[in-house]
């Protein structure tokens, strides 16, 4: 729809006969009944779920952080989500996927390389520590609070929480947590943004969508490094898509999402992993520039998995 709105678009600027604008779609909204508030009692909210406290905890390769660069487009390009790109980012039906869509994926992907537009880089780090109710505790060496993360809970089901998948404090005993940041770099962003100004739109949103989809695609290239090194890959799925339904032991959080809502706590991860050593900045609003950009909290535990932390699990 918006590469056809684009087009239309196009068209008008143009000043091709008969080129016009859609009419603009009238919103429908469903009336509801104002929302009504259940008081719950004040330790309610204070309650862990039931995962367990008992798995092994993963030695890593080192504490701290570190910094790779010049991750070659090969190493990550199998990761590739195709299903997201071809139907969610260029919004192809079925049919068109291998008429279209794959030839143009291999076309862009040659170009990439011999333009030289991928500078892919991570930014990774293993840090000990501990949880305290809905929070998670970010130690440095010497045992003492580092920084620290507040997850919401669950209201209702297994009341789940991110921070239940690490050691409580009351424990005595000490975590381990990863974090990561991953880029592809800034190029490929101004060669997106090169293509919008010469009004090249088609060309800009396949682009633009083929860049957010490998920056995930090194994200979970890298997430497969980190369960290799913390020597929990073994019972990874043999196939992609198993891949992408995470069966496998561990998840990878991303700020903004259900679980992790808060973006500001971009800020303690920017403090953590210092990802200007890549080439990335925060902005005021929280937001990763390159923004071929992702980063992500990288949990170890065998029951972690991604829920809705709105109630639902």
Request: proline share 6%; with cysteine; aromatic share 8%.
């Amino acid at each position: 729809e918006g590469l056809r709105l684009m087009d239309a678009l196009i068209g008008v600027k143009r000043g091709l006969p008969g080129a016009k604008l859609p009419e603009l779609k009238q919103r429908r909204v469903r009336a509801t009944a104002p929302a009504q508030v259940v008081e719950r009692p004040q330790d309610e909210g204070q309650a862990r779920s039931d995962v367990a406290v008992d798995n092994p905890v993963p030695a890593p390769p080192f504490w701290g952080t570190r910094v790779v660069k010049g991750i070659q487009l090969k190493e990550y390009a199998s990761w590739l989500d195709e299903t997201a790109l071809f139907r969610g980012q260029w919004g192809l039906t079925k049919d068109l996927i291998e008429t279209e869509g794959r030839p143009r994926l291999r076309g862009l992907l040659d170009r990439l390389q011999t333009g030289n537009l991928l500078e892919a880089a991570v930014v990774h780090g293993y840090f000990p520590c501990v949880s305290k109710g809905d929070d998670l505790i970010v130690l440095d060496e010497r045992g003492n609070e580092r920084t620290r993360f507040t997850f919401p809970r669950q209201d209702r089901g297994r009341r789940l929480c991110l921070a239940d998948f690490f050691r409580p404090e009351e424990s005595g005993e000490t975590d381990m947590v990863g974090l990561q940041v991953v880029t592809v770099g800034s190029r490929i962003g101004e060669e997106t943004a090169r293509l919008f100004e010469s009004n090249s739109y088609r060309d800009y949103l396949e682009l633009h969508g083929l860049s957010v989809q490998l920056a995930e695609a090194l994200a979970e290239y890298w997430h497969a490094r980190v369960r290799s090194e913390l020597g929990i890959a073994a019972g990874d799925p043999g196939s992609l898509d198993g891949m992408f339904r995470t069966e496998y032991q561990g998840c990878r959080y991303s700020l903004g999402y259900p679980a992790c809502p808060d973006l500001e706590d971009r800020a303690k991860i920017a403090d953590l992993l210092r990802p200007e050593r890549i080439g990335v900045h925060l902005s005021e609003e929280f937001q990763l520039h390159p923004e071929q950009s992702t980063d992500a909290i990288v949990v170890h535990h065998p029951e972690a998995s991604y829920f809705n932390a709105g109630g639902r699990s």
